[in-house]
């Protein structure tokens, strides 16, 4: 039996499996150009199905956030996997148990402590771990700084200590705070030499670096070259969302994911419409607050996913949304969108609205729906 | 075998089992000592073991923000249910079936338009749907105001459409933002008097109105007598959280839910510790953002959940949190909290933070951890 959009009740999560492939090619065009490979960043999806039509347009291995979606793409078959966040010693048993299951799972870490958990641990499993160390590029979050002595004492440790020193990989999470091209290309360009230059000092020591890895949406989209590199991670443009509109690297039009809502009532007199849609199903996150524009908790348009001018899902409690027009614009709310009409909300975050979802409905161009499952938790 | 907290790898939610205990006898006496039946809405928790625990204090039926809750109390013996969001058409066969079932599922409406549709539905399928007319209290959110004639209106369509009119439900939505005794005790009274007011005006014109349920945690602790009313409904009280804090109903050892998170790495020169609580962990509630005091993504305490002074979770990425101490603090980070160093975090919103999880880790008095499912989703 064939499903179709109509028949699911809402909230659900859609994904507009057109635009999906569309960006899933963009992206990939874009690495093919810069000539360095892709490996997307699943965090955004969590979703094999999404995966699937990633590989199959060019990507090579992926990245992960937590071991758990290690554990379940490797079921799916992927074995080149690279689990991006610094190594918690405790999880050092679960990234053994991958390994030696065949998974070709690298780690990452960015302290003198860290490298010494993972060759201790590693000696004392004979087991040499593959190892990124990172690298901050843009003083954001994690990382060594490439001028920074420690980085070629962390690099020693791990070589010496048994472990294959894979290289070097960095991220430039501040570029989601920028919204100029002549900026974006600076932070893109800051996170490619700061990594080469990193790669360097280790190479410089006479130690091993074969990879530089970098990325985020933003300067993957806008770098302009990418010499020393040779992969390049990415992981919202495959649905996209508000949040990355706002920074520039998309239009409303490439937004593939959106959560199908249904009216459930009105304050006439405010202009509200209460819909089934509140923060359970868009998610907190309000990250257009502090952008040039900010869009509330979503864009709202009608059923088929086209814009309504001026309607924004402006607050939400746990299982309500309200929706309304500027407060100039006068509109009968109960005569134009009566209690039943079903209408689509795209997020500020694909990240985190995809994660309040157990899986999405996919919607593919003939109409039909497939069902997608996620990988959620830890 | 049993399992004890050091075993757990992290982010996971813990549960404060004796807290958790204390807050519901506390709400309990509370709900007693007005003289009011209490109907607990489990839509913070999700958690068969959690509403058992509400039952066993003496709450009578529950509150429901979905009708997979329903569904899923029903399952485990819960009859009595109010499903307290306005009922999509769309969703009243689900609503039906549960129903014929043999659950006594109370349904919402708020509009003419929901009204006909629940009594339409009811005529083609030879049911009489119980229901509640939501009451705008304090301009928060949904609801029909107590002297708008539209009220009444609604109360004849549905008992003279064959729907049991059940009686009349508010929420004050409105005390979350207040933070003063007095203030909390005028919203107390505008519940109680709005909804009282209410169902004078449809018994008023010849139609039964047996209940009045009124409630939030804020507004249940604060009211001083609750005259007319005849169940009072609460959620939040039983993990307590920042918000919560703020607004003045709790105190900061009242918190029952937490965050058990590992440290991954530090920035030093920052006095940045990096931890495993990233938003996924937390989720993007940022409620305490307009509140008196910002407590960031929460509080971090050590292991064994005893404040640490000053110590917030300040930002976070999916799987990254970055906590750190006022700027002014001179802390050896490493030194004080190095790499594999577990802690726990305070959250902003319970019901937003135990929404990213699957189930909850129960800490029990005896140190024993026992694995609570939550019901997610739709």
Redesign the interface.
């Known amino acids: 039996m064939t499903t179709r959009i109509d028949s699911l ?4 999560a859609v994904v507009d499996v057109a635009k999906m492939k569309s960006n899933i090619g963009s992206m990939q065009r874009q690495a093919d150009s810069l000539g360095v490979r892709l490996r997307p960043h699943v ?1 955004t999806t969590k979703c094999m199905q999404v995966v699937e039509e990633q590989i199959r347009a060019g990507a090579k291995g992926i990245t992960v ?2 071991l758990k979606e290690a554990q379940a793409f490797f079921a799916q078959g992927v074995t080149d996997i690279l689990y991006a ?7 050092l048993p ?1 990234a053994l148990e991958l390994r030696r299951a065949g998974c070709a799972l690298i780690i990452v870490t ?2 003198v ?2 490298a010494k ?1 993972i060759v201790e641990f590693g000696r004392a499993n004979e087991h040499g771990f593959e190892v990124f160390i990172e690298i ?1 590029s843009d003083h954001h ?2 990382g060594v700084r490439s001028n920074d002595p420690i980085l070629v004492e962390i690099a020693s440790i791990l070589h010496q200590g048994g472990a294959v020193l894979k290289g070097v990989m960095t991220h430039a ?1 501040e570029s989601y705070k920028l919204n100029t091209l002549d900026a974006l290309q600076e932070i893109a360009e800051l996170e490619r030499s700061e990594c080469v230059k990193a790669a360097e000092a280790i190479r410089h020591a006479g130690l091993p670096c074969p990879e530089v890895s970098v990325g985020s949406t933003p300067t993957a989209l806008s770098a302009v070259q990418l010499e020393g590199v040779t992969e390049l991670r990415a992981g919202v443009y495959v649905f996209f969302d508000l949040v990355m509109h706002n920074v520039g690297v998309c239009t409303l039009d490439n937004l593939a994911l959106s959560v199908l809502t ?6 006439p007199e405010k202009g509200w419409i ?1 819909t ?1 849609s509140g ?3 868009m ?4 990250g257009t607050q502090a952008q040039q524009r900010d869009y509330g908790y979503g864009v709202v348009c009608d059923e088929n996913g086209s814009l309504i001018d001026g309607l924004l899902l402006r607050s939400a ?4 949304g ?1 929706a309304s027009f500027e407060e100039s614009t006068i509109v009968d709310v ?1 005569q134009l969108y ?3 009409t079903r209408l689509r909300v795209l997020p500020n ?1 694909a ?2 609205t995809g ?4 899986a999405y409905e996919a919607l593919k161009e003939n109409g039909e729906i497939e069902h997608w499952p996620r990988v ?3």
């Open positions: 009740d809402t909230p659900i965090k956030s937590t966040v610094a190594m918690a010693p405790t999880k679960q960015d302290s402590a860290g958990a901050d979050r994690s999470g249904t009216v459930i009532g009105h304050q209460i089934d923060w359970m199903a998610s907190r996150d309000r409690n746990q299982e309500h309200v109960e009566p209690i039943g975050h990240c985190a994660a309040q979802y157990q959620n938790g830890w």
